[in-house]
């Protein structure tokens, strides 16, 4: 063992203290080692993953296939730059573009960067005039100022305007609100079929489809944001398929090398033709060593025929969720495709995550209360049988704490296991002391104004309005000739700001 890996989780941490900017809230776990859906901390304790890498281990942790990939690919060429020709990454686009609706390949390194390339490959397609770009409230599509415009949730661009102009925002799933915002000046849509971050909120063949009609009637480019969907995640290789949905183009990030850093921008030929050499790139991306990883991982999924395990291994998911869902009336709902799991209770939620930690079993909560899960394709049937009971009890204790007004408090089903004092109590009490205090955030968006602070909220969505304006007013600096409805577009804002005070989007 080498001195590094010597270190124990306190000390790992108090370097992090000192040396690590703060931008994230991390839980006081210190991950050393991983394998398949198990991933286990300095001092050797073992954690069941229901969340393996935020969604970006798909095949869950050092799939064997990618390792050996990437082991034989970084001994012959590590990095070499897009000026010259690679074999691994023709190949790789030519997989994926197979799989998808055969078009062409741009790659770069993460969701955002995605993202920002579908947004300028956008604007170029469409010519000057028609830059504005519709989104959805809810939506996540990444922390550069693109992308982050493109996100319509005021949280996240709060103290940071002004926004990048020409983005215009419906709520999710409101095909007459998304009409109501297409102007001579919109010339794409945005979209994750299914909102990972704003609480798995499933848009559905009826809603997507609605946009390709509005995206043909109109002119318009459908992008659609997989970096969460994609690559196999819903039983489909894109969350596309599952719908019967088809874009114009597609971003992809998290999954799609198994967990090592890599984002794609698939787009149809016609549209691809107008990323013209100079007017983007990324020093990394494509990069043989990403290329030989996402090669890897569509062989894999092939190969170990895993989008038929993951519809099955959903199955035994949702079957765990209903009989759950039938004992627990704090349950608001349960929101699947394929192994994209969120469950939506009437509560914060934040200390469920707390209770499952205890007993060894890492899940997910986002927008406060939707606790996700995003586990692996090819996790195993026990592993979800024993990660589920851990799970079901914590949320059936969690919701025997709360109390409904004419409701008795849900009974713990003699099946299940004691309450067992584990090796993971330390952890798991510093967590439950953290969300006592209102520490524990998502550690993904760990800069979210306070949710629970109304005011605030009120406050951030008017700052969001106000940026809005400034960012209407700039449009129209820029587009002369574009013949923008001031009436119209006052409604737009009222209506925004409705929409926003609205708890469900999708
Ligand atoms: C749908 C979606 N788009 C974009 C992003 C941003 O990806 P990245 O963090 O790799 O930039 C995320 C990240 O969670 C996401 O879920």
Aim: hydrophobic letters at 40%.
């Amino acid at each position: 063992m080498t001195a590094i890996e010597k270190l124990s989780s306190e000390e790992s941490v108090s370097i992090f203290e000192k040396h690590v900017i703060g931008n994230y809230r991390r839980y006081p776990v210190n991950l050393v080692r991983g394998s398949g859906s198990r991933v286990w901390d300095s001092e050797g304790r073992e954690y069941l993953d229901f969340f393996p890498g935020w969604g970006c281990n798909l095949l869950g942790h050092c799939p064997e296939k990618i390792v050996s990939a990437v082991q034989r690919q970084v001994e012959k060429l590590i990095h070499v730059p897009n000026t010259w020709h690679m074999t691994q990454q023709g190949v790789w686009a030519q997989m994926l573009n197979e799989r998808s609706f055969g078009g062409q390949a741009f790659f770069c390194n993460s969701g955002a960067e995605a993202n920002e390339a579908a947004i300028k490959l956008a604007r170029l397609h469409q010519g000057g005039e028609r830059f504005k770009i519709l989104t959805f409230q809810g939506g996540f599509h990444g922390r550069t100022f693109g992308a982050l415009a493109a996100t319509a949730q005021p949280k996240y661009h709060a103290g940071l305007g002004p926004m990048l102009a020409g983005f215009s925002y419906a709520p999710f799933g409101d095909l007459v609100a998304a009409e109501r915002r297409i102007d001579g000046a919109t010339g794409a849509i945005l979209v994750e079929p299914i909102q990972g971050e704003g609480g798995v909120q499933i848009g559905g063949a009826e809603f997507l489809g609605g946009l390709r009609r509005l995206a043909d009637e109109h002119n318009l480019l459908l992008i659609f944001d997989e970096v969460q969907t994609g690559c196999g995640r819903t039983g489909d290789w894109f969350g596309y398929q599952h719908f019967g949905v088809e874009p114009d183009m597609l971003t992809l990030a998290k999954s799609l090398c198994g967990g090592l850093a890599g984002g794609a921008l698939l787009a149809k030929t016609e549209v691809a033709q107008s990323l013209v050499p100079g007017m983007h790139a990324s020093t990394f991306g494509g990069n043989p060593i990403a290329a030989a990883a996402g090669i890897a991982m569509l062989e894999t999924i092939e190969e170990e025929g895993l989008l038929e395990r993951t519809k099955q291994n959903a199955e035994l998911f949702a079957n765990w969720l209903s009989q759950l869902q039938d004992e627990c009336e704090q349950i608001r709902e349960v929101r699947q495709v394929g192994v994209m799991i969120g469950i939506e209770l009437e509560h914060d939620a934040s200390e469920v995550v707390a209770k499952c930690l205890e007993q060894g079993l890492l899940v997910n909560c986002t927008q406060g209360n939707v606790l996700r899960l995003l586990p692996a394709m090819n996790i195993s049937e026990s592993e979800i049988e024993s990660g589920m009971q851990i799970f079901a009890k914590a949320v059936r204790d969690f919701c025997a704490t709360l109390v409904i007004p004419g409701a008795a408090p849900t009974t713990t089903p003699a099946n299940d296991e004691p309450d067992q004092k584990t090796e993971h109590g330390e952890v798991a009490e510093q967590l439950d002391q953290a969300a006592e205090d209102d520490e524990v955030v998502d550690p993904d968006y760990p800069e979210e104004s306070d949710a629970s602070d109304l005011e605030e909220e009120e406050l951030a969505d008017d700052k969001v309005l106000e940026e809005d304006e400034a960012a209407e007013g700039e449009e129209e600096e820029y587009e002369e000739e574009a013949e923008l409805d001031d009436g119209d577009d006052e409604f737009e804002e009222d209506e925004l700001e409705e929409d926003d005070s609205e708890a469900a989007l999708g």
